[in-house]
């Protein structure tokens, strides 16, 4: 089956909020009480908006709980055997077979850490279901207000028009804040009505130890994520194949007016390093591609796509690693032991 075919077929994972459901513990939890502060942010979202998204209101049904549970897996708190990785070069990891729908490894996966660029896999996800690839957006000076220049940008400017699908490109190929924002701006009108949207998006994909306020991943104390909410998320995204295309071009020629009307041309290339051959691929593993991110705060990330020996789709995730050549290490220690 091509890989596109078979993640269309959908990817089966459970977190750890539908194993609450299924065990009907959510009741013993209220009346248990959550006293720590760490209790508090695991139960940040509202007990009934939370019932209700997964079936527990007597507005559904125990089948259409069932239902949702069956297009996921079971990871839980419990880490895997990690004696033949160097699991401390990075906070959390995860490899999960779309194939067989099981969880290959886990490392912290429902730890919040903070997500840096990969944030904007959900912004990519967002802008795919709700935009038009093809309007022509013209690019605010109200949007880029307050980015910083020095951070991770593709070059665009006030006044310049580009196609949605030209900012997408920006965004996942050369890690684009900027195109970021000016996504924010054209699916919501703003970044904070975008954030409350990614907020939605995520809680409805079951991602419920996750919390945006920005479209890009800069750092930010109440912007964070998990491992597997970002498996989740991602496995969501793949299922688009424009989204696909996104993260496996290697480069991307982009041509678009600026605001006096002449043509600019600019060359993106991707980030991920698997992608550019600066970093070898496992043997056996064929990289189809992803999404990196890198803050002081977040460390280094990546979430990755890529097929086994036996052509099965596997999504790989490393969160907070302590150094870019750490990273690589540890996933590519991820695809060589748990991926086939």
Known sequence: M??????LTGVKCISKFT?????CSIPALVLSGCGSERADLENAYDIYDTSALYGLTESETNTEVKAFAQDLCIAGYENSDGKDLYTQVAEGAGLFNVATKTTGYAQNVH??????????????????????????????????????PSSSVCGIQPGDQLTLEQLLYGLMMCSGNDAAEVIAETISGSSEAFAELMNQEARSLGAVDSHF??????PDESHYTSVYDLYLIFNAAVKNEKFVDLIHTKEYKAVYK???????????????????GEEETPKGVTVI????????????????????????????????????????????????????
């Open 2 to 7: 091509h890989l596109t075919e078979e993640i």
């Open 19 to 23: 194993a609450l459901i299924l065990a």
């Open 111 to 148: 730890e919040k850490l903070y997500p840096a660029s990969t944030t904007k896999i959900l912004t990519a996800y967002i802008a795919l279901k709700y935009g038009d690839l093809d309007e022509t957006v013209t690019v605010s000076q109200e949007a880029l207000e307050g980015l910083d």
């Open 213 to 218: 306020v920005n479209p890009h991943g800069l």
């Open 258 to 276: 600026d605001k006096d009307g002449q043509e600019v041309t600019q060359d993106w290339k991707n980030t991920n390093k698997y992608l550019s």
């Open 289 to 340: 591609g992803g999404k990196t991110g890198t803050t002081n705060a977040a460390g280094y990330c990546l979430v990755l796509l890529s097929e086994n020996s036996k052509n099965e789709p596997i999504i790989s995730i490393v969160l907070k690693a302590d150094g870019r050549s750490d990273l690589y290490l540890l996933m590519s220690q991820l695809l060589s032991n748990f991926s086939n």
